[in-house]
């Protein structure tokens, strides 16, 4: 039978598998290989290839292979699990970022102690390097396997799957688990892993159920790779942005708004300077800005759509005997502004911007700083087209959004999202939205991944993921094409033909979250921001009382100039305000004494920098101006 690959066929006999396949292509990638796509669907390397099939081999170089790689690993702990405590039963097991959770429930509560010998005991288990099989029972032998072993979370789960599908299973030597799969095909090909952490876990999450044990690893191709991430979690520590965002005073987080974070002074300064860049770069791309109330009523949801998809992250009130409900997202007041006066084809396109102040409710365990809160600002905007336009307007806002990335040195990928099971809207519309995404991602020459069935529920969306400076990705930019809210809306406009007809939308957020970004920015600098994003770009430190006056009179020329400064007055040794100061991440601080003052100079002492320089007043101003106005990054 002929086979076809990503660049070519090959010739098999009936009956091969993926990995014959992959014998067949090369030894090396034999050797690699820990799963498969038939026709697009990943599966295990032992499934047989039928005449005329399209087939690609999967390695640990790729995204599902460690996927794959990391679902055995859940499979190996549970595995490990049972044979230490025969009692126990088992839930779920998902692969997660960078590893892998087991959902259990024992009879005896173990702890973070128990982690030597359950990894000692999974060691064991690789070691023997036991081939993993996969078969396939009816609904009713499945629930009897399932009884045999007394896994009753696990005959819950089949309960719940369709009628009269095939149920499957993956055996490794004595151990057998309920499983989709794929898996790798044998234990010996898992080569780091390490059990983290434990954690409580309500069975399927809902708080009703019996709290089951967490218990969280990690897993990686090689150890190697394994180090790395650990040495990235010791540097992640440093940079907290809690513990950053509390010692230098940029917000504080209590316990009278939990989820609702107070912003201080300083970190007022940096939240308006990321607004002020957005603002004027938004001008320069033809944007107009508007704002929309907090509070609308239910029938607007209603007709978004958000009331049937999204209430229950919503909050709501009453109001003069009416629903209402706190906005969670800024786009069906954006409606509402496009519908109150007449369009002609002429108008388009409209770019409408907002930096809208949206609530949406989240549960106490997942706040975690400004990462996830209840209430965040989204630099939104709405764009509003022809169809002739769509690809060029995505162009646009792909380079807009490069540009924001690239001053604050980020590097990122993309990934484009397809249409999830609960869309609304006909299959042609979603088609006619995903190829234009694609068109222009293609047409700027952008790789990116295809993340299939994770689109919004009113159409496809291109996200961006960002790459700070330890390696770690953050999804903050989005690009969403939606057919559905302006059919929802009625939006219209007068074509060149006179006739009236519906406008195409895009919905867009770049930095995504201002406070989320605000942490991001924390993290990725360390708390070090370059000189245009400092809340303090300059502390000048006066010597003596003597020379206060000259203090003065370096601040005043720095502020005429624009630049934020501040001058340590306190009676304390120069040696403690400069480490304070050094504690406090300022990029410049000025000593100034008898001989600076004498001089019109000013002793530059420059985060980061050992060596200590003394230049003119004038100079140094120039100097600070130029990296604040040309956003120098250092």
Known sequence: MEIFL????????NGATCQDAALKISDGLARSAVAAKINGKLCDLS?????????????????????????????????????????????????????FYYDVDFNTPITQDDFVKIESEMLKIIKANTPIERFELPRKEAVKLMKKYGEKYKIELIEDLPENEPISFYKQ????????????????????????????AYWRGNEKNKMLTRIYGVAFAKKDEMEAYFTMLEE????????????????????????FPFFLPDGMILKNILVDYWRGLHRKEGYVEIQTPIILTRSLWENSGHWDHYKDNMYTTIIDGEDCAVKPMNCPGGMLVYKLAPHSYKDLPLRAAELGLVHRHEKSGQL??????????????????????????????????????????????IELSTRPENSMGSEEDWNTATAALKAALDDLNLEYELNEGDGAFYGPKIDFHLQDSIGRTWQCG?????????????????????????P????????????????????????????????????ILPITDRTLDYAEEVANALREKGIRCEIDKRNEKIGYKLREAKMEKVPYVLVVGDKEVEDKTVNVNK???????????VDFVNTVVEENDNKIIF
């Not at 005329?52 to 190996?76: F, M, N, P, S």
């Not at 809210?485 to 033909?497: K, S």
């Open 368 to 413: 975690h700083g400004l990462f996830r809160v209840r209430c965040f600002t989204q630099d939104d905007a709405h764009i509003f087209m022809l169809p002739e336009q769509i690809t060029d307007e995505i162009k646009g806002v792909v380079r807009l959004t490069d540009k924001i990335y690239k001053q604050f040195g980020f590097k990122y990928k």
């Open 236 to 259: 992640a520590k440093k940079r907290d942005h809690i513990k950053l965002g509390k010692e230098l005073k940029l917000f504080a987080l209590m316990g009278e708004g939990k989820g």
């Open 173 to 200: 030597g004595s151990f057998t688990d309920l499983c989709r799969g794929p898996h790798l095909p044998s234990t010996g090909k898992i080569k780091a892993f390490k059990l983290i952490s434990i954690a409580g």
């Open 607 to 617: 985060r980061g920098v050992e060596e200590k320089q003394t230049v003119s007043l």
């Open 6 to 13: 990503k660049n070519g066929s090959i010739q098999l006999d």
């Open 47 to 99: 499934e047989k290839l039928s005449d005329g099939e399209k087939v690609e081999i999967v390695t640990l170089k790729d995204k599902e292979g460690l996927e794959v790689y990391r679902h055995t690993c859940a499979h190996v702990l549970a595995q490990a699990l049972k044979n230490i405590f025969p009692t126990c039963n088992l839930a779920i097991g998902p692969v997660i970022d960078n590893g």
């Open 504 to 539: 195409i939308m895009i919905h867009r957020a770049i930095y995504g979250s201002i406070e989320r970004f605000i942490g991001i920015l924390i993290e990725h600098y360390a708390g070090k921001f370059p000189v245009w994003l400092a809340p303090r770009q300059v502390k």
């Open 478 to 502: 989005t690009i969403q094409l939606d057919f559905q809210m302006p059919q929802r809306f009625e939006l219209e406009y007068i074509g060149e033909d006179g006739m009236k007809h519906r």
